[in-house]
């Protein structure tokens, strides 16, 4: 991959990252502003501020596994090996690249990986 199209995706990843640890750290306040503010006392508002509680962990849960793929594409940038399936290590397409910069898995991989039909290393 030529040097200034991996610079663009690194910049891209970058900012990615920036604005995912703002929201995780966003999410974890107003996750503990919802605990201290928790003095409701009719059923409903019981009820809602449970639903809230809910939504801000599966959110910050989300924004959490985004931004370890986003920190694993950054470290294989800074190996040389963004830009090849994990998997088969075949060359992922550009356009994917520009459409999900942390993927880790060219198409073929990924539709394997989505049936159940690849092993998934822990340590990749």
């Given amino acids: 991959m030529e040097k ?3 610079e663009q995706f690194k910049k891209t990843l970058e900012e990615r990252q ?3 640890r703002e929201s995780v ?3 974890e306040q107003d996750g503990r502003t919802a605990d201290v ?14 639903y809230q509680k809910e939504f801000l962990f599966h959110q910050s849960n ?3 596994q985004l931004l370890l793929m986003v ?5 294989r940038i800074r190996q040389g090996s963004y830009g090849e399936c994990v998997s088969c290590g075949n060359e992922i397409n550009a356009k994917r ?13 990924q539709e394997k990986q989505e049936k159940g039909l690849l092993q998934e290393e822990a340590d990749k």
């Fill in 62 to 64: 989300n924004d959490r």
């Fill in 25 to 27: 750290s966003r999410t």
């Fill in 97 to 109: 690249l520009q459409a999900v910069p942390w993927t880790r898995y060219c198409i073929s991989c």
């Fill in 4 to 6: 200034k199209v991996l």
């Fill in 18 to 20: 920036r604005v995912l």
């Fill in 71 to 75: 920190d694993s594409a950054l470290e």
């Fill in 37 to 50: 503010t928790d003095s409701a006392q009719d059923i409903a508002d019981r009820a809602s501020s449970s």
